[in-house]
């Protein structure tokens, strides 16, 4: 594997449910990003990891929670989500938190039923 | 809050046509940076600019930096179906965060 990558690509949840995004990058960089990507709107950046500490957390609800075990692993563990979460959610690294080139994973797309 | 709004939000040309795509903001940014997201990717860095007035090309693309660096352009020369995809501006704030524009949807027709 290269780059950065994303499971599952695809997720249906019910509101109730319990699920999990992955992220994995390969490019030996330090920083980590969560983003929501909704149609016609700009990203949104949600969660930020430098070095493994949360460094950003950008007013994202509680329903979502990241977790962040080492510089190569991000999750974000979904619980209870509305349906206007609905959206794809997009993983990024960088060598440095915002000071480098983002490289993005290729997301996974989340509908909440 | 700083906005970057980007014009047109969707544009269908043929294959071969010019076109431009623009990338506004009443702030000024210390840099600003062109992203290409094709469906079921995610985004992709084409350029950034840093300088005032900056131009960089990259085979058929052309992107300018305003003057007052708070506005940008990509110019595509002879549109490919290649070229097809959502085109993203993001502009640096002074702390580096990056401030998105929603995007232009581009789709060219063979």
């Known amino acids: 594997e290269t780059g950065v990558t994303q499971t599952p690509r695809h997720l249906v949840m019910g509101m109730t449910n319990k699920k999990s995004l992955k992220c994995e990058q390969h490019?030996?960089?330090?920083?980590m990003y969560w983003y929501k990507q909704s149609a016609k709107k700009p990203l949104e950046l949600m969660f930020v990891y430098n070095f493994k500490e949360q460094t950003e957390n950008n007013s994202v609800p509680s329903r979502f929670s990241p977790e962040c075990p080492n510089s190569s692993h991000l999750f974000l563990h979904l619980h209870t989500l509305q349906p206007e979460d609905s959206a794809l959610y997009l993983c990024?690294?960088?060598?440095?938190?915002?000071?480098?080139?983002?490289?993005f994973g290729p997301g996974t797309r989340l509908t909440v039923l | 809050t700083q906005l970057l709004e980007q014009s047109p939000q969707f544009l269908s040309i043929q294959e071969g046509e010019n076109l431009t795509v623009y990338c506004n903001s009443s702030s000024v940014f210390s840099s600003l940076q062109w992203y290409r997201q094709e469906p079921g990717e995610g985004p992709v860095l084409l350029v950034t600019v840093v300088t005032g007035g900056e131009v960089k090309k990259l085979k058929r693309l052309t992107f300018q930096f305003g003057d007052a660096r708070k506005d940008s352009s990509l110019h595509i020369t002879a549109a490919q179906p290649g070229d097809t995809g959502l085109y993203l501006c993001?502009?640096?704030?002074?702390?580096?965060?990056?401030?998105w524009g929603a995007g232009t949807k581009l789709i060219i027709k063979p």
């Open positions: 990024a690294s960088s060598g440095l938190a915002f000071t480098d080139t983002q490289y």
């Open positions: 993001a502009g640096a704030e002074s702390n580096y965060q990056l401030i």
């Open positions: 490019l030996g960089h330090n920083a």
